[in-house]
Nanobody, 120 residues
Framework: QMQLVESGGGLVQAGGSLRLSCGAT?????????????AKWFRQAPVKQREWVAL???????NYRQSVKDRFTISADTTSNTMYLQTNNLKPEDTAVYYC?????????WGPGTQVSVSS
């Protein structure tokens, strides 16, 4: 059974950067799970609904929420079954728990999340 685990969150000042990672376990190495399925990052701030942040489609095309365009970059490492979200120029409104998600044959997989806190 595949599982996703996020890491890389933390507390940073406004303008700082963090690199979030999402590792897939329980699958064979080289499965390319993040590049052969649509993979996404979501976030959820306190008392707000979970919202989509970035997505990566099979074979590469990416898309971003308007508020993070030109600041966040989604990518994947096929050799390690890891997906990343590089977050730059962070703002206090980016504070949230960040979740990775991949849907395989219409079944969604989620990680437990990693907390990103941005101070002003």
């Amino acid at each position: 059974q595949m599982q996703l685990v996020e890491s890389g969150g933390g507390l940073v000042q406004a303008g700082g950067s963090l690199r979030l990672s999402c590792g897939a376990t329980g699958i064979a190495s080289g499965s390319n799970v993040f590049t052969t399925n649509t993979a996404k990052w979501f976030r959820q701030a306190p008392v707000k609904q979970r919202e989509w942040v970035a997505l990566m489609t099979p074979h590469g095309p990416t898309n971003y929420r308007q508020s993070v365009k030109d600041r966040f970059t989604i990518s994947a490492d096929t050799t390690s079954n890891t997906m990343y979200l590089q977050t730059n120029n962070l703002k206090p409104e980016d504070t949230a728990v960040y979740y990775c998600n991949v849907e395989i044959q219409m079944k969604p997989y989620w990680g437990p999340g990693t907390q990103v806190s941005v101070s002003s």
